[in-house]
């Protein structure tokens, strides 16, 4: 006949949330039977290790543990008695009862692929982190019977209203705006509880592939349209530019052909360049006269 394994995981006592024993109970326990059994074997008498083990059991059950981010409530005979903890306090065993712990530490809240529809028609799938805290246990544990769980359906509605009232350029372009949003919503809804939202930060915001490359189609067609309206401009004051250029020359030729003899330099002046120059423009900037009195002046040197 096989038997069920027992794990045992190494923890600091038992769970407190289930058991409610504390390490320092058990401790206690073990400590209150040991001193009932030396004088039971000593004397021959069971009466000692009797009244040890109800002393043990008493303070196994009575003694209890909290961290230092942890608070519970007592209940007596039902009845709320006060906030206990951190650190170790006592209740009356049957006659008292503990909530379970809660943890007052800033926690983090996982919203996983909400789906929903844009204000314009977009399908979209929105992942959030919410970062909150509980900052009063006593309206946690008296007001709310599982405040996790409120927490992450409040997130989830909240996320699709948000979604359906903006459109899916501000969900993508606005992000910051839009965890704002949220963590307002949330916390005037939390707030009650003794649940503070600090911060809501939208991790992404996932949109159809069909309408991803529609989206990457446009924008690479703006992007052309711009580069066009930029070249036209360009060249639009380029040729302002000219015509001012034009007008200093219209009576002044010797600047003319200063600026024509510039341009062939800057043409000719790379080693193995060929210009092919037109006889009209030789004549009209005057280099064959200048060639003329180069090659005399050479002849005679």
């Not at 038992?14 to 073990?30: C, E, K, M, T, Y």
């Not at 006659?95 to 712990?101: A, V």
């Not at 790379?270 to 120059?277: D, F, S, T």
Request: aromatic share 8%.
């Amino acid at each position: 006949m096989a038997f069920p394994m027992l794990t045992i995981r190494p923890t600091r006592g038992f769970d407190v949330n289930r058991a409610q024993i504390s390490s320092i109970g058990l401790a206690v326990f073990f400590v209150c039977i040991a001193l009932g059994l030396w004088p039971s074997v000593y004397f021959n008498n069971p009466a000692p290790i009797a009244i040890g083990a109800l002393v043990g059991l008493y303070f196994l059950f009575a003694i209890k543990v909290a961290e230092q981010w942890q608070k519970a409530a007592v209940l007596r005979l039902g009845r709320y008695i006060g906030l206990r903890g951190p650190g170790i306090f006592f209740i009356i065993p049957v006659i008292d009862s503990i909530s379970q712990y809660v943890d007052q530490r800033v926690r983090v809240t996982d919203v996983k692929a909400e789906s929903g529809l844009t204000r314009d028609t977009v399908p979209v799938n929105v992942d959030a982190i919410i970062f909150w805290l509980v900052w009063n246990a006593e309206k946690c544990i008296l007001e709310v019977s599982d405040f996790d769980q409120a927490i992450t359906m409040s997130a989830q509605t909240a996320l699709r209203e948000s979604i359906g009232r903006h459109d899916l350029a501000q969900m993508i372009t606005e992000r910051e705006m839009l965890g704002k949003e949220l963590q307002r919503i949330l916390d005037e809804k939390t707030n009650p509880w003794g649940i503070t939202v600090q911060s809501v930060e939208i991790r992404d915001v996932h949109i159809p592939q069909a309408l991803e490359d529609a989206m990457s189609r446009q924008a690479q067609a703006e992007r052309e349209r711009q580069a066009r309206i930029i070249l036209g401009t360009a060249e639009t004051e380029i040729s302002s530019k000219f015509a001012e250029a034009s007008m200093m020359y219209v009576n002044n030729p010797v600047a003319l052909h200063l600026r024509a003899m510039n341009m062939l330099y800057e043409a000719i002046k790379e080693k193995g360049a060929m210009v092919i120059v037109p006889s009209s423009a030789v004549e009209t900037m005057g280099l064959g006269g200048l060639l003329g009195t180069a090659s005399i002046s050479n002849i005679k040197q």
